[in-house]
């Protein structure tokens, strides 16, 4: 139900933007356990359009891990032997690694133990007991995962990969080629790719909204943005209350727990999506006052909406986008 919010919300990004004189081609699907759409434009737009459900498609088999013929479930089960995955699968691995690294481990693909043992999103999400949390936790370690080079990889000490913090970021890079000269507005899930000139648009950007954490339908900030990425991960995409608590699907590894930060979202723009979404789900693991800390020594144009009312936007900002602020009549409050 929750993931149905992020297809309404891509609607009306749509309905703002309806072509003029170009053709377009538009198509919905689920794929990587969220909807999808993929709007092409130009004299080529189904084929476009169709060429980039059928990428997603054949992505998934490389990046999923609960489907038992992929990749990386047989390299999670492979008890610390070698395996040789698909470029794809180790391209994700790899940019996972670096994004790990470079966020200090807040970003960590080793997060299946703790994906698994909470269970998010799923009918048996529950609170675990301390002691099986304190043993997953134990497991998440991205410098357990060993990078051999020509497509080998191995897992030490238990480690189990979970992309799922990367991997619409790393199909949404996929798919931007294929639009060639054309236009191309892509959403896959919580991540959008905006490519080439808007045609129903005077300058010819793309105006993304930016969910209200209460009511995905409406828009707290728009940023108009070319060529770019904008991603964003919340504590609304997937979660369960207990006892008035929120526990949502972003971990944070040095607890083991649904990342605590007083954060509701956090959007990057950017133009590699594989970087907008590793970071998107690190900054809300950091926190705003350790996020922009972050965004100001790497360059990274991010839009923090905190839990007391106030949207936040790193410098990169400026440049990044043109960024409109909508939140006042909602009580929040804009913090340049
Ligand atoms: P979404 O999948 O809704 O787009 P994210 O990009 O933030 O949201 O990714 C969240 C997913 O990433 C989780 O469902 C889980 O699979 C994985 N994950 C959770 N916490 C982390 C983390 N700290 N580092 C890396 N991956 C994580
Ligand atoms: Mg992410």
Same mark, same amino acid.
């Given at each position: 139900?929750?993931?149905?919010?992020?297809?309404?919300?891509?609607?009306?990004?749509?309905?703002?933007?309806?072509?003029?004189?170009?053709?377009?081609?538009?198509?919905?699907?689920?794929?990587?356990?969220?909807?999808?759409?993929?709007?092409?434009?130009?004299?080529?737009?189904?084929?476009?359009?169709?060429?980039?459900?059928?990428?997603?498609?054949?992505?998934?088999?490389?990046?999923?891990?609960?489907?038992?013929?992929?990749?990386?479930?047989?390299?999670?089960?492979?008890?610390?032997?070698?395996?040789?995955?698909?470029?794809?699968?180790?391209?994700?691995?790899?940019?996972?690694?670096?994004?790990?690294?470079?966020?200090?481990?807040?970003?960590?693909?080793?997060?299946?133990?703790?994906?698994?043992?909470?269970?998010?999103?799923?009918?048996?999400?529950?609170?675990?007991?301390?002691?099986?949390?304190?043993?997953?936790?134990?497991?998440?370690?991205?410098?357990?995962?060993?990078?051999?080079?020509?497509?080998?990889?191995?897992?030490?000490?238990?480690?189990?990969?979970?992309?799922?913090?990367? &991997?619409?970021?790393?199909?949404? #890079?996929? =798919?931007?080629?294929?639009? /060639?000269?054309?236009? $191309?507005? %892509?959403?896959? !899930?919580?991540?959008?790719?905006?490519?080439?000139?808007?045609?129903?648009?005077?300058?010819?950007?793309?105006?993304?909204?930016?969910?209200?954490?209460?009511?995905?339908?409406?828009?707290?900030?728009?940023?108009?943005?070319?060529?770019?990425?904008?991603?964003?991960?919340?504590?609304?995409?997937?979660?369960?209350?207990?006892?008035?608590?929120?526990?949502?699907?972003?971990?944070?590894?040095?607890?083991?727990?649904?990342?605590?930060?007083?954060?509701?979202?956090?959007?990057?723009?950017?133009?590699?999506?594989?970087?907008?979404?590793?970071?998107?789900?690190?900054?809300?693991?950091?926190?705003?006052?350790?996020?922009?800390?972050?965004?100001?020594?790497?360059?990274?144009?991010?839009?923090?909406?905190?839990?007391? &009312?106030?949207?936040?936007?790193? #410098?990169? =900002?400026?440049?990044?986008? /043109?960024?409109?602020? $909508?939140? %006042?009549?909602? !009580?929040?409050?804009?913090?340049?």
């Amino acid at each position: 139900m929750k993931r149905f919010g992020a297809a309404l919300l891509l609607f009306c990004c749509l309905a703002g933007c309806a072509p003029r004189q170009e053709a377009a081609h538009t198509v919905d699907f689920f794929a990587m356990d969220t909807f999808m759409t993929v709007t092409a434009y130009g004299a080529a737009a189904e084929q476009v359009a169709v060429a980039c459900e059928q990428q997603v498609d054949a992505l998934e088999p490389a990046l999923s891990r609960t489907r038992t013929d992929s990749d990386l479930y047989r390299l999670n089960h492979a008890a610390g032997a070698v395996c040789t995955v698909h470029e794809d699968t180790y391209a994700a691995i790899e940019a996972a690694v670096q994004y790990a690294a470079l966020t200090d481990g807040a970003f960590d693909p080793t997060m299946a133990a703790l994906t698994d043992l909470w269970g998010i999103g799923t009918e048996a999400a529950h609170v675990p007991p301390q002691a099986a949390i304190d043993a997953a936790r134990a497991q998440v370690d991205y410098h357990d995962i060993e990078l051999l080079g020509d497509r080998q990889v191995r897992l030490h000490d238990g480690a189990q990969l979970d992309l799922g913090g990367i &991997g619409k970021g790393y199909a949404t #890079d996929k =798919v931007a080629p294929l639009a /060639a000269d054309g236009a $191309l507005l %892509a959403q896959l !899930g919580g991540n959008i790719g905006a490519f080439g000139v808007n045609p129903g648009r005077e300058g010819g950007d793309w105006v993304i909204g930016i969910a209200d954490p209460d009511d995905h339908a409406s828009f707290i900030a728009t940023v108009a943005v070319r060529d770019r990425s904008v991603v964003t991960s919340g504590d609304y995409e997937r979660f369960f209350e207990q006892d008035g608590v929120r526990y949502h699907h972003i971990f944070d590894p040095a607890t083991g727990y649904p990342a605590q930060t007083g954060l509701r979202s956090v959007t990057v723009i950017d133009p590699c999506s594989t970087r907008a979404d590793a970071l998107t789900t690190a900054l809300f693991v950091m926190g705003l006052e350790e996020g922009l800390a972050f965004c100001a020594a790497q360059d990274v144009a991010a839009v923090f909406i905190t839990a007391d &009312g106030q949207v936040v936007t790193s #410098d990169a =900002v400026e440049t990044a986008c /043109a960024f409109t602020f $909508l939140g %006042a009549d909602k !009580g929040y409050r804009y913090v340049a």
